[in-house]
């Protein structure tokens, strides 16, 4: 393998692919990128078995080869190699040789054969924009379960209805669903993507401006741009029927400023007890939107905000980071607060938007 490439296209290729590299011991050859000259691009690809990646380079092949390096010595050389200017990459017996104006490097290698095959998915196929995937999997994927116990709720699960794609996920304490426009699309019966691959799905694709390609089976998922190419496995098991536990109707609906309320939400958050509850308590002939929070070293709070308020009075405590968190799925100025019961879940929505709901199960003392 012999070629030049721009620093700056190399280096951002391995800090995108190096972060999907493997720490297994069993199998050393994971934490390895292996990079493949061919053509006139370079392939650098990385796998921990969960996820897999290639991202294709432009580059001058004057040799075509592959070779395996660690990821983690790529991306420390690539980190502090001089920007602006041309490197030369060589691979000689199984070891890289890299060359610059200023630098001459040379890397041990591993066997090449060893490293897994990425697999080509093949399956049910559409497409969407980069921003509609992104903005549905933010707006939900805070809500799965962290615990690999119930792995169909550690997970983003995306089906179709109607001409809506629609992402959801829950830890069984809150829910988020986020529908997102987009016609065309053969009906999904449901995907589950595991949570812990969320993270680089969101990373590698944030600011991509192309068109994604995604397709699925049974037990793969790919997704695909101009130079990007990622796998993730998918989760064999049945998302919980959620929409039961929905509420259809509302004995209470409270409208409140989103500033206001995350304000208030912040200040009771420094009252509030290792638990993180907070109390609200709704007056409707007085029209009272109360917080109010509770701990014995620090002291006490009540905050009252303004607020269109309908229905009954109801008192409800609830966790305060989980309501917190939902803001950033929130795009409008006011927020729709709708309760039922103090046993009963809180929903939320911006107000407005039927396109992203949240639910938040109470709590007591």
Known sequence: MKLDCEVEKIKNGIMQVEKITG???????????????SGKSLKLRATNLSLGIEIEIPAKIEKEGIVAISGTILAGIFSNIFQNENVSLESENGNLMIKSKKSRIKLKGQIPDDFPTIPIVDGTT???????????????????????IKPEISSVFIYTNDDNLVF??????RLAEKKIKVKGIEEIKGILIPFKNIS??????????DTIKICFNKNQISFSSNYIYLTSRIIDGVFPDYRQIVPKEFGVEAIVLKQDLLSALKLSNIFSDKFNQIDLLIKTKEKVFELSSQNNDVGENKTYLDA???GGDTTLGFNYKYFLDCFQSINTDSVSIKLNQSSKPMVIS????????????PMNR
Do not use: H, W
């Not at 199998?27 to 493949?36: D, E, Q, R």
């Not at 497409?127 to 379960?145: M, P, R």
């Not at 680089?200 to 401006?209: A, H, S």
């Open 126 to 148: 559409f497409e969407i924009e980069s921003k509609k995937l992104i903005e549905g999997i933010k707006s939900v994927y805070y809500s799965s379960s962290l615990s690999d």
């Open 23 to 37: 720490k297994n011991l069993t199998l050393p050859i994971l934490s390895s990128i292996l990079l493949i000259a």
């Open 350 to 361: 911006g107000n407005s938007d039927n396109s992203f709901t949240y639910l938040i199960m």
């Open 308 to 310: 269109a308020v309908k």
């Open 200 to 209: 680089e799905i969101l990373r590698i694709f944030g600011d991509v401006q």
């Open 168 to 173: 959801v996920s829950t830890d069984s304490f």
